[in-house]
């Protein structure tokens, strides 16, 4: 938690919270996710990796696991703790790069991004950035999870995709909206 607090007084622009998301938020966000039917899930901004933990825990063996972490030092301590699991690949980059390394790991299209991004802070032309790839990587069942702690940019997000469920997630500080995200609507 220290660490976290830490990191937020460095960067508040790209760190969003004074403290991590809880596990009711981290089952909140991933509640949804066929990990049955899926082979590539995208986590941006995992933070300390309190998402990156279940995702791992629940998704099959050969489900290829992309993180991408802009921050050094939450890159580092991620890495230690899962970059020697097998199908997950931890990155040291900003989200809006992720194209590329879509392009490395030879990926078309994804099932599930999952972001503990804060679209509120983050500059527009990089949440503009980040939202189009992640339109564009999305498989046509595919579905962007996000978590907002208001709905200041649901709007924001309504422009990339047309159709956005929220929930409200109170046991976590501060409460928070998860938002899913996805292009098509459901049938």
């Known amino acids: 938690m220290f660490k976290f607090i830490k ?3 460095k960067n508040p622009k790209f760190i969003g919270a004074v403290a991590p998301s809880s596990e009711y938020l981290a089952e909140k966000m991933i509640e949804d996710i066929n990990f049955k039917e899926c082979n590539c899930i995208i986590e941006y901004g995992p ?3 309190v998402f990156t933990e279940k995702l791992i825990a629940r998704k099959k063996e050969n489900t290829l696991l992309l993180v991408i972490e802009n921050n050094k030092e939450f890159y580092e301590n991620l890495f230690s703790m899962y970059g020697y699991k ?3 690949k931890i990155i040291n980059d ?3 790069n992720i194209k590329k390394y879509l392009k490395e790991y030879n990926i078309k299209q994804v099932d599930y991004v999952v972001s503990g ?3 509120t802070v983050l500059p527009v032309s990089i949440s503009n950035a980040i939202l189009k790839n992640t339109k564009d990587i999305l498989s046509n069942e595919g579905e962007f999870i996000t978590f907002q702690y208001s709905l200041l940019k649901k709007n924001f997000l309504e422009k990339y ?3 956005v469920k929220v929930t409200k997630a109170m046991i976590n500080l501060p409460p928070a909206y998860v938002l899913k995200c996805r292009v098509r609507e459901e049938l």
Request: aromatic fraction near 16%; proline fraction near 6%; avoid cysteine.
């Open 86 to 88: 097998e199908n997950v």
């Open 161 to 163: 995709f047309n159709n």
């Open 47 to 49: 933070g300390t990796g």
């Open 94 to 96: 900003g989200a809006e």
């Open 117 to 119: 991004l804060p679209f």
């Open 7 to 9: 990191e937020f007084i």
